[in-house]
């Protein structure tokens, strides 16, 4: 047993922090809220160019041949700085699959995630349906725009029109199950970091003739936030290793992931906006930027209800 | 005890009822916090006030109706359940007007109120600074005596101002004798401002719109610079502008910023969603069936805990520190309430077109209310320290 | 619209209340722990003395002729000092219907609180099931006694062999209404008196070279605690107020009643026993004489969830 | 990452599991704080440590089987799985002996682990007096050098001291120099303390057993008059009680106190215990079986936590104020546990004889889990300033 990342994975998630700190700064994800692809191109490239995007790609074909577990850190990188960009639909779920390469971006769509996001700039649209996956490149079919909270996430309906599914019910439940699990990485990667700026500004800002951040009810809510959060990493890492290793109850280790860090995110939007207080209420601080990526990832593939619905199928269903 | 609504309640409810279901604006209005949409609400609200329903509690003579509390309460449910718009005139008629029926001089009343109802002249609040948001006491925007002008220069700078970017008018705290303030004393700190009412269609006030969280410019900044306010328009004694604005804060912590209605209503519509969720084909979900009772009781305790308030304020009794403790309930059940919206949306919840768009919107602006009027934090301390005794340090 | 009591029941819930603090004070709660009965027999008397047993009674059989009403706050004041004696059950249930009369006791059991309290020492055993109310004399029924965590709760399963329904379904529902109401009231009193004990406590205690009660954590769980309790009392005195007067709605009424109150006086056990802290976790401090009443109370006659499933049916399921 | 246990570990897992089925007692022993129970306690006890399963992460010269962290933890989940007795030995083994490993001479060691390890020694925790809770540094018992008798004199009382009215030693702070603290200066109420280890059958000593919430004697308050301590029962350097103290406070709140077994063990419990209601006739409750749901994700949550934990303990790494967050969580978890089982037997959870009497007093256990070991108001505290950054003042 040990259950912690090599020096190899943490060197690399360093890396990658190091990257994204350049390329996708707020300012980045603002950007992605005004201009016309909702994405950020720079942080795209450079994370093709360091290998994330074919990091699970088999090595016949080009990739690194690696696992869940290897890119899970990095996954959680992207949710710490809200990467406006389908990573996990094309590096996690598409990729894998030979469905997209090189600088192409996927976009995902599915009964519990009805929306695909940036799909009018992805290459290779694919659904997950209860008789299989379908894919089909973007030209071949039918976008409708809708409008989401987080001004960076272009959401789009999909028509696949007539396209039958090329992969197996079984793909099915692999893709969503590692859709489940990006999903949850970002999450405590957004968890993570509006924790942080919210310690940074309860240690600058005063009230009373003191640090707000001296008062033991902002202490108390930032505590509850973080004690949270401590308590979500784990189940989600330990999917990622649960997915690699293609356990049986997998399922469930996603489903346990999903869970737990969502409503730590929720949590930790909660309380990083309540001792932000009325500044954090407008869009000028970039909060909000993080805390509408969480609105939306805590809902995406499956809400915390679902999920725990789900595992009490098995828990108690069954008698 | 008596529970029953009299025969001239009830035929007033009737009214407002038949007059609302024909004149509530179907689609809604879009949000009352950009400029066209505000002129819109100022539209609304003249019909009202036309009607006299702007301000129904309100003397006659100014606009209202001389409803008694129990009529304004039945104004404010059919209000809500009807689905009528928010009220953009809000910060005056329920924040500002009081203070002035209770500190305006009859002439100022005369001249002031009748224009708040109708609507010609709109009220936003100039309290927060950048530098004092709870600590409201550590204001620095100042105004200096201008004897020959009779009246005063104000120079500063307010934040937070809901819809401050469309007022016409402000009502604020300015300090008048900066230097009880620099010397840091407590007492000199709150007994060295003064409530001032300014207009902000004149020279040296700038007004730069800050989104919200929902996009909308529905706050502002707003800069002072040698601002000129005649002496009729200082509310109050001069220096007393503390206990001034402490009625006004009252206010908006009790009976009227958020009347029950408001939450009744969600909670009906919240009632609504589910059945529509269920019966569009989505499971029925026994663990959100009863938050989603648990909120629609919350919201019954409210209208009860409120009947047995302006019961006693009808006896005579005045609303005191308890205030913190309706603060807290609303603000949190509102919270409350449009999570399970969102909860019951699911995916769709972060989608701010079609058919579910208001529910997000209600949740971002439900979470401005335990911020907003006093943090929760500090209304927690209020309770402990006013309602239960605790020793403050 | 009048939602307030008069100046004459004010006045008869003090002189109660007066009577209380003299002859149930926590040694007389111990005591009942300890004695034969679990009963604190001049508590009893005096109540009896003041008419409070016979307040629902008709006047020609010698009782006041008064409500709900007249009796809810005066249900609270016995929740306030733990009163360990069958009032619910004697004053709002059994003395209106002429089951019992002068001094003499009623145990009630019904499916959801199916064990009767104090049945030993009551003159008259009543049961409420589906087809009607039976009740019987004590001396004719067979009690199995069971222990409660609340040492003065002496509590028995009541087999009634073959006694047959005396009173139709009608008075089932009535009777288990005014049962609801009865406890709900006492939980009020409880949750109060056990804020105000806390108060009391962290107001002298010192840790740190203050008193506790400067804390802001203590400071907001009692705040959290008195609002709660703020938002629970209206709801049941106007399920007081709708039985008097024979609501159609009565029976909502009474559940929101409940729901609210048990859940005020279960937060204010548990903000009271972490504000003690050890002190409060011993049987020397009286708080725990207060706090198991309130365990037991919160869940008899219906728990908090099974009130709100009922008024959820009534909600939801006649779509 | 490497998630499978050696095969090792698993024979480990069989040999305990087999072990623990023969041998735990049926039906469950009645509570350990009593007089009698406590008795068939320390025959269990002395059955572990026969079989060598006591202290198995201690160096098998002392009476352990030098197993590993991660054999610790099996042993742990294999133990609450069992269902096997609470460790009456427990503040022993898992509070004092982590501190006499740490500070203790090598002749301490060989003196009193071996006669922990087999329950011939049983020790309670001297911390708390009555004016001193959370507040640890405010004790004022003190001990008084006796040089002649080589040796010091202890005065004062202890109090909420677990077990003390049926254990033979405690281990405790006592004040060395007692004007460093009555100045009152920090560093001077944390640096005139020194830990002694106390025989407690010897005159001087009086012990009165205190009534917990569940009415067993499972505290005491200790009296010390005049009551002669060794020299070779202090732990530790003189003066130096409080650093060596903070050693033991970080066991109990972090690794040892309450391994993640107990709680996977409630929570399957709790799993079949909902079950059974339900194959009994109860209505199924999907809003208690989210619930229920949720708290064996946390249960989980705390075993993968703890196995991070222990893989950097095993590389090197110290335990921080991470604990904090561990105590924070487990004493909540372990309430909502035993809530939700109260919740299933509803009107029967009031019962404290019968089938689920355990389910009450389990709850009752669980309450002390939020004040002992530390607040959590007080490890929110350590969680904010230490974990977070916050400033302290």
């Keep these: 047993m040990r259950f912690e990342f090599s020096q190899e994975q943490f060197q690399f998630r360093d890396a990658v922090r190091d990257v994204l700190a350049k390329t996708c700064q707020p300012g980045d994800v603002r950007e992605a809220w005004n201009n016309q692809t909702g994405r950020a191109p720079s942080a795209w490239a450079a994370l093709h160019d360091m290998g994330v995007l074919a990091m699970l790609a088999p090595t016949e074909a080009g990739g690194l041949g690696l696992t869940e577990l290897d890119i899970v850190l990095i996954l959680e990188e992207t949710g710490r700085c809200a990467l406006p960009e389908p990573i996990v639909e094309t590096a996690l ?24 996001v940036w799909t009018d700039t992805c290459a290779s649209v694919v659904t997950l349906t209860a008789d299989g996956v379908r894919v089909a490149p973007r030209e071949s079919v039918r976008l409708t725009q809708r409008e989401s909270v987080d001004g960076a996430r272009r959401l789009f309906a999909i028509d696949m029109g007539s396209t039958a599914p090329i992969a197996p019910v079984t793909s099915t439940a692999l893709a969503f199950r590692r859709g489940v699990l990006g999903t949850s990485a970002q999450l405590l990667g957004l968890a993570d970091r509006m924790i942080e700026m919210t310690v940074d500004y309860v240690k600058e800002r005063e009230q009373f003739g003191v640090k707000i951040g001296t008062f033991q009810a902002v202490k108390h809510h930032l505590a509850n936030a973080r004690t949270k959060l401590e308590f ?69 593939w499956g809400a915390a209800n679902w999920h725990r619905r789900m595992i009490a199928q098995s828990l108690f269903e069954r008698l | 005890m008596d529970l029953t609504f009299s025969e001239s309640e009830e035929q007033f409810r009737s009214e407002v009822r038949e007059w609302l279901t024909v004149n509530v604006p179907k689609p809604a ?84 109120l009748p224009k708040m109802a109708s609507g010609e002249h709109t009220w936003c609040q100039g309290w927060s600074e950048p530098n004092a948001g709870s600590d409201l006491a550590g204001i620095s925007s100042r105004a200096v005596r201008d ?69 909308d410019l529905g706050f502002a900044e707003v800069f002072f610079d040698d601002v000129f306010v005649p002496d009729d328009m200082v509310l109050g004694g001069v220096n007393e502008g503390w206990s001034v604005a402490m ?57 009860w805990q409120t009947f047995g308030t302006v019961t006693r304020l009808v006896d005579g009794a005045k609303s005191g520190a308890e205030s913190s403790m309706v603060k807290l309930f609303w603000s949190e059940l ?20 079609g058919d579910f768009a208001h529910w997000m919107k209600a949740y971002e602006f439900a979470l401005a209310g335990p911020i907003y009027a006093g943090t929760n934090e500090i209304q927690r301390n209020v309770v402990a320290e006013r309602v239960l005794g605790l020793p403050r340090k």
């Design chain 2, 147 to 215: 004897a020959s002008a009779g009246g005063w220069r104000l120079a500063g700078q307010k934040t937070w101002t809901t819809r401050g970017a469309f007022c016409t008018h402000l009502f604020g705290l300015f300090r008048t004798e900066p230097e009880a303030a620099a010397s840091g004393s407590r007492p000199g700190r709150h007994h060295s401002m003064t409530y001032f009412l300014v207009e902000l269609d004149q020279p040296g006030v700038t007004v730069r719109g800050v989104e919200r969280l929902d996009g």
């Design chain 2, 334 to 353: 509102d919270v409350r309430l449009q999570e399970l919206a969102l909860e019951l949306l699911g995916p769709h919840a972060e989608l701010i077109d």
């Design chain 2, 29 to 112: 209005l879009p949000s009352g916090d950009t400029a066209p949409g505000f002129a819109l609400h100022l539209e609304w609200e003249r019909k009202l006030f036309d009607a006299r329903y702007s301000v129904v509690s309100w003397p006659s003579d100014l606009g209202g109706r001389d409803a008694t509390l129990w009529e304004w309460l039945i104004f404010e449910e059919e209000y809500w359940l009807a689905n009528a718009p928010q009220r953009v005139t809000q910060n005056g008629i329920f924040l500002l007007a009081p203070t002035i029926f209770e500190f305006g001089t009859a002439e100022q009343q005369r001249r002031l």
């Design chain 2, 247 to 303: 009625a006004t804060t009252g206010s908006e912590r009790g009976l009227t910023l958020r009347s029950p209605g408001r939450f009744l209503a969600t909670a009906q519509r919240l009632i609504e969603l589910c059945k529509e969720r269920i019966a569009s084909g989505g499971a029925r979900d026994q663990a959100v069936q009863d938050r989603i009772v648990q909120a629609w009781i919350d919201a019954e305790a409210y209208r």
């Design chain 1, 232 to 300: 979500a990493r784990p189940l989600t890492y330990r999917a990622a290793a649960s997915l690699a290793s293609r356990d049986a109850l997998a399922s469930q280790h996603v489903s346990m992931a999903k869970v737990q860090s969502s409503d730590a995110a929720s949590l930790a939007a909660r309380v990083a906006l309540q001792c932000h207080g009325a500044i954090g209420y407008t869009t000028e601080c970039d909060l909000h930027l993080f805390m509408k990526r969480s609105w939306a990832l805590e809902r995406a």
């Design chain 1, 93 to 116: 779920i598409a990729a894998p699959e030979g469905w997209v390469n090189g600088t192409d971006s996927a976009s995902v769509s599915l009964p519990e995630s009805p929306f695909g």
